[in-house]
């Protein structure tokens, strides 16, 4: 499986924007599926993540209430809705899909990894 993430960009703090990823190759619909994040100089951290139907959802604490994860099957997309950014979500932006009976919450739990989109909000 291949992912393409998109969206990423440079906003101003207090700002939104929304991540996509995409799949090229299998689809997504039957998988679990995360957003991770790494600082530089920082270690990869969870973001957010869902299930393969979309009813179950997870959060990092840093980012509940202002981060919105959700799928389409029928699009086989999965977004990332980042609201009242803030400087410290400044990272680059992973999605990945999860291995079965794989944690949602740990990079370990996830076989397949995007490229990665730059978000950048400023202050």
């Known amino acids: 499986v291949q992912l393409q993430a998109c969206g990423g960009g440079l906003v101003q703090a207090g700002g939104s924007l929304r991540l996509s990823c995409a799949p090229s190759g299998s689809p997504l619909r039957s998988y679990g599926m995360g957003w991770f994040r790494q600082a530089p100089g920082k270690e990869r951290e969870f973001v957010a993540a869902v299930n393969w139907n979309g009813y179950s959802t997870y959060y990092a604490d840093s980012v509940k209430g202002r981060f919105s994860i959700s799928r389409d099957n029928a699009k086989d997309t999965v977004n990332l809705q980042m609201n009242s950014l803030k400087p410290e979500d400044t990272a680059v932006y992973y999605c990945?899909?999860?291995?079965?009976?794989?944690?949602?919450?740990?990079?370990?739990?996830?076989?397949?990894w995007g490229q990665g989109t730059q978000v950048t909000v400023s202050s």
């Open positions: 990945a899909v999860r291995g079965t009976g794989g944690s949602y919450l740990y990079q370990t739990g996830y076989d397949y």
